[in-house]
């Protein structure tokens, strides 16, 4: 089955300072990429997601890389606030089911 | 989200006693999962379930038991509960062919 993995477990930033959290996937049949963010105490909630026939996607201060031939993809935030302080999960899906695999997920800390 | 909800949203109770948690969704989505989240292992699939009748494994099942009569409730039971399901407990649901999942409130147990 599919493998999901997170790094890092926790990141700790500044405000206004960017982060990046990457995940690697083992099922080359995956094609489809989304990222959760759990605030403290909440459900997972769906911030970001790409497909396996694009390389980049936006969406305002949050954007997503997928790399295919190396399977993985990244989450990239500019100018953290204190707000997106969160856990953030990566997952991959092939489609099948409806099923996702996560990774661990990692902890960003934004300090202000 | 009200479409997907829990209950009970906290539950107490010992060891060796069965325990069902319910999940409710109003969206009349196919696709219905359990997860549960301890830390440092992210979300791990208890069962899925297709439609109506219609229930499968996922990564984590050894102790747990569902049903699915009617397309919108997904209980999850705990037969002989032990400490190690200690945990929190979420529902989710998808859309047919579509793999965001909308994750319910969930459930905090604690098995004593």
């Known amino acids: 089955g599919e493998n999901v993995e997170q790094h890092p477990s926790t990141l700790s930033v500044q405000e206004g300072d960017s982060a990046v959290i990457k995940c690697t996937y083992s099922d080359s049949a995956s094609n489809y990429f989304p990222w959760y963010k759990q605030e403290l105490g909440k459900r997972p909630q769906l911030i970001i997601d790409?497909?396996?026939?694009?390389g980049e996607k936006k969406d305002q201060r949050i954007a997503v890389t997928l790399n295919k031939t190396a399977k993985h993809f990244s989450l990239h935030i500019t100018e953290t606030q204190p707000e997106d302080s969160a856990v953030y999960f990566c997952a991959a899906s092939n489609g099948n089911a409806g099923k996702s695999t996560f990774g661990d997920g990692t902890t960003l800390t934004v300090k202000p | 989200d009200a479409g997907i909800t829990q209950s009970p949203r906290y539950k107490i109770t010992e060891t060796g006693r069965q325990v069902t948690l319910m999940c409710h969704q109003t969206?009349?989505?196919?696709?219905m999962f359990w997860y549960r989240q301890d830390l440092g292992h992210g979300l791990r699939l208890i069962y899925y379930s297709a439609a109506a009748d219609i229930t499968d494994k996922g990564e984590v099942p050894d102790g747990y038991v569902v049903s699915r009569s009617k397309t919108e409730n997904f209980p999850l039971t705990l037969e002989s509960a032990t400490r190690s399901q200690t945990s929190v407990y979420f529902c989710a649901s998808t859309l047919a062919g579509g793999p965001e999942q909308y994750f319910g409130p969930g459930t905090r147990l604690t098995v004593t």
């Open positions: 969206w009349s989505h196919s696709y």
């Open positions: 790409i497909r396996s026939n694009v």
